[in-house]
């Protein structure tokens, strides 16, 4: 319901009665899935009703808007044929009216002006044009279902995009640690288990062998059911997510948690949150009940803690409260590691009242989904093209904010919740709306509202997606693109655009080449009109001073076609997004080559039609 891939804890605990669809914890949703433990409930809603039956109904009641290219081209087709029409009807005024022209004649003047005036190759020429466009960006891994969406991706003001998976990996990190007075980083991303580790920015030689490090990653990187695979597309994990980032970090230190004999283990629950297992470890004597589980529980079943340096001291409660607050602080989920001796009593069975509460406490791991190196580098892109990106996300305030720090797409203002974007009216929304970049613990029906909003301000938006709360907000943006590996099919079918790669440099990307293609298809037009400028002020000129038409509408026609299909579609070829003003000098050459040969055609026709006139009166 909210497109966040971590289980989400349930609980019998009451909520308030305004919670956002995230923080329900006493609630159990329609097409979720339950990762783990059992319950009795009793149902609520059903059909319409529950929260995937309203995004349903949002999805149906959506009005699609016309992209900005069809609004474009009706606008001016509309100008252009009231020009036109306007034009004939005076033109035959004028030659009946003045030179007592022939209706038959006048009303083929019309026509023939007409012809020449409406540029008719322009419909292949764009269809043309746009077709090249996708596939360009199909090799580029953008794939467009919709023709026009190519170039209304070049039109884009603003890209409100998805936080997981789309600008972050959707692969949660180990990035930090505290063991004692001891705060080391941790290099790499993603479940490849190649890093350092390292404090204050320097290699302190932090790896097993460090007596402090070594206890924690044992019990992060042993009391663990999570694997790690390699393929053909890189590293992947089987099992939970948070586990594959433990499994991970105590990979980096070459950890062989095969290496450890397990006795007894107690699976997690999220009625006790902790996980133990007794362990005999490489090269210790001792048995160990090794624990890992929410810091705040582990804290209140330990007595004592280990030092960087590996003695044992007196847990310093406070202390650590600060550290997991601070950790929260930079957007991490902290966890925790415990210890203690075992007893022959838990090499047989672990239970939660048999642990104790004499612990001692090892530290704490940060683990965040950390943002796309390459979606960086995309988001400053943007910035510098004038356009604004904005992250709308299920997840926590604390997360949604740590990642756009990184990233730099806050610009100062702070978080929106989703809380206050329920209690905003329309008119606070699209201030909120325009003035924030961050949105966090959002609905479905919150992300609808504020594409709303930004296109009654009259901002173009493409909205990224991967799941089935992102879908009518995808279906109402100008554009919607969708995640085509962890993408719902509800959402590529709401989607203009779906992305083969699910990385937001690649929206970057599919958003340059659109610019390419709008820019194209201003050069090719800015061509074809002069040229059938030319053509229609040839007839009516000839119409308006009485003269004979120099050229017939299947003439002009003719050419019309031959010079859309020829010259102005080399237009569609061109590979650079450089301003109109940098082309001038080849667009006025290639208009005077066309107005070139429009008057030659006529000098030519016109002489052709006189002589054989004279010729026809010569004659007996």
């Given at each position: ?15 308030e ?20 433990g ?5 149902v ?35 100008w252009?044929?009231?020009i ?22 006048l009303?083929l ?13 322009l419909?292949?020429?764009i ?9 360009t ?30 600008l ?68 992947t ?17 070459d950890?062989?948690h ?9 699976p ?6 902790f ?5 005999d ?9 090794l ?49 203690r ?39 400053r ?24 720090r990184q ?15 329920e ?50 907000a ?13 993408g719902?099919?509800?959402t ?8 083969g ?83 001038a ?7 005077g ?28």
């Open positions: 319901m909210t497109g966040e891939s971590v289980p989400a804890d349930k609980t019998t605990a009451a909520v009665k305004d919670a956002p669809l995230g923080d329900r914890t006493g609630m159990l949703f329609s097409s979720s899935m339950v990762a783990s059992s319950g009795t409930g009793v609520v809603a059903t059909g319409a009703q529950a929260e995937i039956g309203r995004i349903n109904a949002m999805i149906s009641g959506v009005e699609t808007l016309e992209t900005p290219l069809t609004r474009q081209i009706a606008s001016f087709s509309t252009l044929s009231a036109v029409f306007i034009a004939s009807l005076v033109l035959i005024a004028v030659g009946r009216l003045l030179h007592g022209t022939d209706l038959v004649d009303l003047a019309a026509v023939g002006f007409a012809v020449a005036a409406i540029p008719e190759g419909p292949a020429l269809t043309i044009t746009l077709a090249l466009g996708v596939q960006m199909a090799r580029q891994k953008a794939i467009t279902r919709k023709l026009p969406a190519v170039q209304t991706l070049g039109s884009v003001t603003t890209i409100c995009s998805d936080k997981t998976g789309t972050t990996k959707n692969e949660m990190t180990v990035v930090k640690g505290v063991v004692g007075d001891l705060e080391f980083d941790v290099s790499g991303a993603g479940y490849e288990p190649r890093g350092s580790v390292t404090a204050g920015g320097q290699d302190l030689d932090l790896d097993l062998s460090h007596p402090g490090i070594r206890p924690l990653v044992e019990a992060v990187g042993t009391v663990n059911d999570a694997d790690l695979t390699e393929n053909g597309d890189g590293w994990i089987v099992g939970e997510p948070t586990e594959g980032a433990l499994r991970t970090f105590a990979a980096k230190l950890l062989d095969q290496a450890a004999r397990r006795h007894a283990t107690l997690f629950s999220s009625d006790y949150k996980m133990a297992a007794a362990l470890l490489p090269d210790r004597e001792d048995t160990y009940v624990v890992k589980g929410a810091p705040d529980v582990l804290l209140a079943r330990s007595t004592t803690q280990i030092e960087a340096d590996g003695q044992r001291s007196e847990l310093q409660l406070e202390t650590w409260q600060q550290r997991i607050e601070d950790l929260s602080n930079q957007g991490l989920r902290a966890l925790a590691a415990a210890r001796t075992a007893s022959d009593q838990d090499t047989g069975e672990i239970t939660p009242d048999s642990l104790g509460h004499e612990l001692q406490f090892l530290g704490l791991v940060g683990i965040v989904d950390p943002p796309r190196e390459e979606a960086m580098a995309a988001v892109s943007c910035r510098d093209a004038g356009i604004v990106v904005k992250m709308i996300t299920g997840d926590h305030a604390g997360t949604a904010t740590a990642i756009v990233m730099c797409i806050d610009d100062g203002a702070g978080a929106v919740t989703g809380v206050e974007l209690a905003a009216d329309d008119a606070t929304l699209q201030h909120l709306a325009l003035t924030h970049n961050v949105f966090a613990r959002t609905s479905p029906e919150h992300k609808l509202r504020l594409v709303r909003a930004l296109q009654d301000h009259g901002d173009v938006v493409a909205m990224t997606g991967d799941g089935v709360n992102d879908a009518p995808l279906r109402r943006a100008d554009v919607g693109v969708a995640m085509g590996i962890k719902t099919e509800v590529k079918e709401s989607a203009e655009v779906v992305l790669d699910d990385n937001f440099a690649t929206i970057e990307t599919a958003v340059e080449e659109g610019r390419r293609i709008y820019d194209n298809l201003r050069k090719a037009i800015v061509f074809i009109l002069p040229t059938n400028g030319a053509q229609s002020l040839v007839i009516l000129l000839a119409a308006l001073l009485g003269w004979m038409l120099p050229l017939t509408p299947l003439q002009i026609l003719w050419v019309n076609m031959a010079v859309a299909v020829t010259l102005a579609f080399a237009f569609a070829f061109a590979f650079d997004t450089r301003p109109l003003g940098a082309d000098l080849l667009i006025a050459t290639a208009m080559a066309a107005v070139f040969v429009i008057v030659e055609v006529t000098k030519a026709l016109t002489n052709a039609v006189v002589s054989r006139r004279k010729r026809a009166t010569a004659s007996p």
